[in-house]
């Protein structure tokens, strides 16, 4: 199937000169939806994986059905401010600005098998303060998994040899 087509680009979004990958046009087509969760799922499936870390907000979208397929257990990584107990949270940087991300002390358990889900990889920033937040609570790193990464940002440098799968690529 051809992901790429599914995707639509939006210019000057979310400011000008920046073009935008917009994935609700896959998500709202029930087969690539469907097909994307299903090759995923195939792809890590027998790694017994423990936990999927799904990045805020559109890592839920994809992290959540894989976690089920998986028949692992989901974690949602937050925004400040967003999670009730007792958090780990690091502050990075974003292609336009800073932000921070935070996960629960008690998400994951040293030596836990993790996954990390998110919808896009850029310059790097978010997937590495996820990658920072997992290893402080011990769990093991098997992949990061991204719909879509922008290649010319090279957002996998900021990994630390991190394993990084991409559906759809762009240079």
């Given at each position: 199937m051809n992901y790429k087509s599914l995707i639509r680009e939006v210019p000057n979004f979310p400011k000008p000169g920046v073009l935008f990958y917009d994935i609700t046009t896959l998500l709202k087509d029930a087969r690539?939806?469907?097909n994307v969760v299903d090759e995923l799922a195939s792809r890590y499936r027998?790694?017994?994986?423990?936990?999927?870390?799904?990045?805020?907000?559109?890592?839920?979208?994809l992290g959540s059905p894989l976690a089920y397929h998986l028949?692992?257990?989901f974690v949602p990584v937050r925004k400040a401010g967003k999670l009730p107990a007792d958090i780990f949270e690091v502050k990075y940087n974003l292609e336009y600005?800073?932000?921070?991300?935070a996960i629960h002390r008690d998400a994951i358990t040293i030596g836990e098998r993790v996954l990390i889900v998110d919808d896009l990889l850029a310059t790097?920033?978010?997937?590495?303060a996820t990658v920072h937040l997992v290893r402080q609570l011990g769990g093991e790193i098997m992949g990061?998994?991204?719909l879509v990464e922008l290649e010319s940002l090279k957002?996998?440098?900021?990994?630390?040899?991190?394993?990084?799968?991409?559906?759809?690529?762009?240079s």
């Open positions: 690539a939806f469907r027998g790694q017994h994986i423990a936990k999927v870390v799904g990045i805020e907000s559109r890592g839920f979208i028949e692992a257990g600005s800073t932000s921070s991300l790097g920033g978010t997937a590495a990061l998994v991204v957002g996998r440098d900021k990994l630390n040899g991190c394993e990084v799968h991409s559906v759809i690529t762009y």
